[in-house]
């Protein structure tokens, strides 16, 4: 995982409006995606699909991952999205959403068309990767063999608002804890994904939030996917970046702390440490599975940026 690219925010942009495109652009999320499925409206597509290609080829978008969600296999659109998004800007875009993914073979249906897509505009075979929303009740029980499905998977997303409508769910606030419900309704959901995701070594997304001006609702509702381990979430306002970008990355604290703990544990296991498997880091004892968490923290740390404010040194003997 520690290579990587940071997706602690995701931007979610109507494909349909312009104006948000272009600002979109100076923004500072990790990854924005363009959206032709539910944010636009049926009559407003075949614009949307002008309006990102020319977005896309138009540049500026720094370093942010460049997604464009198109519309589910049961539509009469997805093929038609994903020729003209991509042969008209595939060069300029990372990855295509596939929203409502029910089984592998959805997805294997999209690697093939990318693959004829990427051969007819003289693009690398395989350039563009995928990335499944899992939104409805068989979605998720598919979901082991939907993460296995392609080699071009980068992510597995929770797509909350189409889910508690497949779960006949008796809430309409998305993604927020309820008052009438003791524990977290959502944790199952989250942590089918979570396996699914890390078994298969991709990232695992949180979805949106909706209440966009409630940003300590949207904390605390992120705060619980970050710490089972999910990379990110979506974002739908600017004011939620902030917030997703601090609570997907580990507090300079554990950054640092995690960095000491592999280089402690690397001096300890060396010729001059005196090669032993488990070494005192202060009052903690550290051995190899530290050295596993460790990594992943270090990981989160370095894609998001972090620099260090503390070096080791070899303790005297
Ligand atoms: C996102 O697509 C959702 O349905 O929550
Ligand atoms: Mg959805």
Known sequence: MAELRSRRSNLAVPGSNPRFLEKAKGLPADQVFLDLEDACAPLAKPGARKNIVAALNEGGWGEKIRTVRVNDWTTEWTFQDVIEVVGGAGANLDCIMLPKVQDAGQVQALDMLLTQVEKAHGLEVGKIGIEAQIETAQGLINVNQIAFASPRIETIIYGPADFMASINMKSLVVGALHP?????????????????????????????????????????????????????????????????????????????????????????????????????????????????????????????????????????E
């Open 180 to 316: 009438d419900y003791p524990g977290d309704p959502f944790h199952y959901i989250l942590m089918q994904i979570l396996m699914a995701a890390r078994a298969r070594g991709v990232q695992a997304i949180d979805g949106p939030f909706l209440q966009v001006r409630d940003v300590p609702a949207f904390e605390e509702v992120a705060k619980r996917s970050a710490m089972l381990g999910f990379d990110g979430k979506w974002v739908l306002h600017p004011g939620q970046i902030d917030a997703a970008n601090e609570i997907y990355a580990p507090s300079q604290e554990d950054y640092d702390h995690a960095e000491l703990i592999l280089d402690a544990y690397e001096w300890a296991t060396s010729e001059a440490g005196g090669k032993k498997g488990s070494a005192m880091l202060g009052d903690e004892m550290i051995d190899e599975a530290s050295r596993k968490m460790a990594l992943v923290i270090a990981g989160k740390g370095r894609a998001a940026g972090m620099a260090r404010t503390s070096s080791f040194t070899p303790p005297e």
